[in-house]
């Protein structure tokens, strides 16, 4: 797991119109499978961005909610005090166009972990 500059992250998302964004979605859901223990029989990140491009977005809602399960569990394995509606959070957050945003709490939360 590789600790990353979000601000960073998301200017490179902007000027990149998106490209590095789907990058960090990939790396995101890699971090966080190693993070959880899901690392064998997790989705792996080029699966996640393939299912999502065939499903037109539709895959992605899903992914982002079972990422907050995913970022909790790896919480729990820590002793941290994990909330249980981060999934809820993420998923209403992609629902609503703000994916980066998502993207960016998802990523602070593997920082801590990191």
Known sequence: MVKRNIALCIVLSLVTCGIYAIYWMIVLANDTNAASGHAQDGTS????????LVTCGIYGFYWAYKQGEKINEAKA?????????????????ELFGLGIVAYALMQSELNKMA
Do not use: E, H, T
């Open 45 to 52: 990140g080029g699966i996640v961005f393939l299912l999502s």
């Open 77 to 93: 394995m820590r002793n941290m005090p994990a909330d249980s509606n981060s999934g809820i959070l993420y998923l209403i957050l």
